[in-house]
T-cell receptor, first 112, second 112 residues
Framework: DAGITQSPRYKITETGRQVTLMCHQT?????MFWYRQDLGHGLRLIYY???????DKGEVPDGYVVSRSKTENFPLTLESATRSQTSVYFC???????????FGAGTRLSVL | GENVEQHPSTLSVQEGDSAVIKCTYSDSASNYFPWYKQELGKGPQLIID?????GEKKDQRIAVTLNKTAKHFSLHITETQPEDSAVYFC???????????FGGGTRLMVKP
C-alpha cells in the first residue's frame, strides 16, 4: 500500500528555472492538495483539485501551475522559480474536500 | 473564508505533565475539526478529529473538546512522553466544504 508519494524529496534549483514537483496517490481519492510550509506561516494552500481536470486556487497560487489529467497524479510546476519559493512542499489527498487529509513526506525545495 | 487561530505557538512541558493546545475558528457552519501531528522531516498525520455533534472525543492519552457556541476546540494530551514532541496543527473546513484551513501550528517540547 504505497499511499501518497512525492518526488523528489530534495531539490536545488536556480532562479528563473522551471521545476516540477510530483505527487502520486494510490487510493483514487477525489481531492488532492498542494501546500507550502514556511517558518511562521504554518501550512498554506497553493492549489487544490476536486477531480481530474478540475483545479482551483488556494491562498498563495501566484507563480505556480498545476494540472490533473489523471486522478492519481497532481504535479506542481514553478514556471520561473524565485528565491521566495524556497520552502517545503506537501501534497495531500482526501476523499472529500473537508475530510481527513493524507499527506506525503514533502519536498524540500531550495531556489538559489 | 475560514480563519483558524492556534495558541500557543510553542509549548514546553515536563514529561508526565499535561499539554493543552487551543484553536478558534470563524465560520459557525464548520462541523469537522481535525488535529494533525507533524514529526521532524515528515508530513502531518491525523491523530484525532471531532464532528460538531459531540462535545468531546478521547483516544487513549489524547482528547479533543469542542465548544461550538464559543467557536473553539482544544487538544489535550495527558501523561506526556518525549515521543509526543512534535508540531501540532488544528484545522477547520471552509464554508464551501471543499478544503481545510490550518492553524499556524504549535511546537510541543516534552522534556524528559
Amino acid at each position: 500500500d504505497a499511499g501518497i508519494t512525492q518526488s523528489p524529496r530534495y531539490k536545488i534549483t536556480e532562479t528563473g528555472r522551471q521545476v516540477t514537483l510530483m505527487c502520486h496517490q494510490t487510493w483514487s481519492h477525489s481531492y488532492m492538495f498542494w501546500y507550502r510550509q514556511d517558518l511562521g506561516h504554518g501550512l498554506r494552500l497553493i492549489y487544490y483539485s476536486a477531480a481530474a481536470d478540475i483545479t482551483d486556487k488556494g491562498e498563495v497560487p501566484d507563480g505556480y501551475v498545476v494540472s490533473r489529467s489523471k486522478t492519481e497524479n497532481f504535479p506542481l510546476t514553478l514556471e520561473s522559480a524565485t528565491r521566495s519559493q524556497t520552502s517545503v512542499y506537501f501534497c495531500a489527498s482526501s476523499i472529500g474536500g473537508a475530510d481527513i487529509q493524507y499527506f506525503g513526506a514533502g519536498t524540500r525545495l531550495s531556489v538559489l | 473564508g475560514e480563519n483558524v487561530e492556534q495558541h500557543p505557538s510553542t509549548l514546553s512541558v515536563q514529561e508526565g505533565d499535561s499539554a493543552v493546545i487551543k484553536c478558534t475558528y470563524s465560520d459557525s457552519a464548520s462541523n469537522y475539526f481535525p488535529w494533525y501531528k507533524q514529526e521532524l522531516g515528515k508530513g502531518p498525520q491525523l491523530i484525532i478529529d471531532i464532528r460538531s455533534n459531540v462535545g468531546e472525543k478521547k483516544d487513549q492519552r489524547i482528547a479533543v473538546t469542542l465548544n461550538k457556541t464559543a467557536k473553539h476546540f482544544s487538544l489535550h494530551i495527558t501523561e506526556t512522553q518525549p515521543e509526543d514532541s512534535a508540531v501540532y496543527f488544528c484545522a477547520a473546513p471552509n464554508n464551501a466544504g471543499n478544503m481545510l484551513t490550518f492553524g499556524g501550528g504549535t511546537r510541543l517540547m516534552v522534556k524528559p
